[in-house]
């Protein structure tokens, strides 16, 4: 059974950057897929921050692009986050997610993960 | 970059109900179209992808369909266990350039 797992700090100061893991358990990340990051603000929908291959080969969502960091460490197998200059506007629940075998929609997500920006 | 449309923002069903969920994409995103369940405090629940395939486990009351852009989620009569709020997502491309999410629906008891 895959399990995702983000883990990482609930709180982070405005200017500074966002970090979070997601730890894979039961699916080895060399084996494939663009895993993904996904936020969703409190209250509202979700969007789509960014993915990543095993290779490191990464996409972002433009609106984000010069903020984001997203790498992979396959010994570990688990990828992570960075968000740079965070914002109040940042404050979401963070969830990372694998994408099914014949399309880029998630099916198995983390639990999420609340983080909030606050001095 | 594609925008999703969903609507209504809130449907009110009763019970044994059918209910008929919209997404409308800004350009075509042929049928690579999903849809999500999401329940209070809880992850996203993939539901359907390819507009029309249920994902594993999805009970058969849940159909959808579309193409091009304009789709449909029906859930043909609701269980209490389907009050939540549903989102649709595209695909249109691989690799994963651009993912997007519709604003979503919140399915009520009437």
């Known amino acids: 059974q895959v399990q995702l797992q983000e883990s990482g700090p609930g709180l982070v100061k405005p200017s500074e950057t966002l970090s979070l893991t997601c730890a894979v358990s039961?699916?080895?990340?060399?084996?494939?897929?663009?895993w993904g990051w996904i936020r969703q603000p409190p209250g509202k929908g979700l969007e789509w921050i960014g993915s990543i291959y095993h290779s490191g080969s990464t996409y972002y969502n433009p609106s984000l692009k010069s903020r984001v960091t997203i790498s992979v460490d396959t010994s570990k197998n688990q990828f992570s986050l960075k968000l740079s200059s965070v914002t109040a506007a940042d404050t979401a629940v963070y969830y990372c997610?694998?994408?099914?075998?014949?399309?880029?929609?998630?099916?198995?997500w983390g639990q999420g993960t609340l983080v909030t920006v606050s001095s | 970059e594609i925008v999703m449309t969903q609507s209504p923002a809130t449907l009110s069903v009763s019970p044994g109900e059918r209910a008929t969920l919209s997404c409308r994409a800004s350009q075509s995103v042929s049928s690579n179209l999903a849809w999500y369940q999401q329940k209070p405090g809880q992850a996203p629940r993939l539901l359907i992808y390819?507009?029309?395939t249920r994902a594993t486990g999805i009970p058969a009351r849940f159909s959808g369909s579309g193409s091009g852009t304009e789709f449909t989620l029906t859930i043909s009569s609701l269980q209490s266990e389907d009050f939540a709020v549903y989102y649709c997502q595209q695909y249109n491309n691989w690799p994963p350039r651009e993912l997007t999410f519709g604003g979503g629906t919140k399915v009520e008891i009437k």
């Open positions: 997610a694998r994408p099914t075998l014949w399309s880029s929609s998630f099916d198995y």
């Open positions: 390819g507009a029309s």
């Open positions: 039961g699916y080895s990340i060399s084996s494939g897929y663009y």
